[in-house]
């Protein structure tokens, strides 16, 4: 008994000053290595850190890295599947190899407006493309926060009101199958190019022009190098917010479901900060010299619906999908 004893209290002393792990070791905090393409002044960044890792509390240590500095554009989904990254802001073209049938997801002009997009999101319709995305790339999807409905930004005074009116003008995409398609469905020269080069390549003449959201042309400064943007808004889009599956699987149900809560916050905040600088940033490229015009919308649609359609990624979609969005 004695030394039984002089066990139990040896055994408490060491479990008091932390030389054995004991239950306080599930008290530790969650590490959350997270990827991201846009600069850390970004507003997505900013909304990120300030809803999402402020919700998550003190049982979580989030860690993001901003600029590509830590896994090149594109490259996210490969490092999570591999264990080298815990979350990020995923585009669907990422999953084309992959997952073929969500190449409907980046199909331009899927979605009529925001409100379409987010009833697409939100609600059913999605289930089964979902839990084949997670299946087939071992990674879970929390959220689908909106980004911006992208538009053409171009040098020059060439009016552009139709496809045909792209035609030879090289359009910095990035890099990626899908992603050239959407433009060469829009009728231009797709060129593929990293986004944190896009500026540079603009200065130099070496492409004509981008494709991206207003809030990112603002944030990057495009309007000091650009002369025109056309509102094409050929793609309203939002990014996969994930977690790997490797990550999820090892939080207990409590931890999953405050980062699921959390995910959604960060959704609807930066939801909301999105559509206040759309509404706002058509005055402030104005004012800054730039011609901002609506082209003919129904000319594009109309080409780039057919040009995505009579494509082979069309193949791949789920039969019946498509009627199912259009019916929301």
Sequence with gaps: MKHLTLTSALCGALLASGLIAGPASAQE???LIYSDTVQETDRRSTILREVFSTCLGDGFEFKPYFGATLFKQGTELTAMQRGNLDMGALAIFDFYNQVPEASILGTAY???????????????????LVGKMEEATNIKVLAWPYIGTRHVNIRGDK????????????LRMPGGEGW????????ANPTPLAFTEVYTALQTGAVDGQDNPLPADKQMKFYEVTDQII???????????????????????EQQAKVQECSIEFQNALDANTIDQEAELVEFFKGEGLSVYEPDKTAFRDHVLEVFQNSKFSEDWPEGLLDKINEL
Excluded: C
């Excluded at 050239?180 to 009728?187: D, H, P, T, Y």
């Excluded at 509102?231 to 149900?253: M, P, R």
């Design 159 to 170: 009016q552009v009101m139709t496809p045909a009116d792209l035609e030879g003008v090289k």
């Design 231 to 253: 509102l094409t808004g050929h793609l309203i889009s939002a990014n996969v917010f994930s977690i790997s599956k490797q990550k999820w699987d090892s939080l207990t149900e």
């Design 110 to 128: 899927l979605f009529r407006d925001y409100d379409h997009m987010r009833a697409v999101y939100d609600g059913d319709v999605l289930d089964d």
């Design 29 to 31: 905090k969650v590490e």
């Design 180 to 187: 050239q398609f959407v433009g060469e469905a829009l009728g």
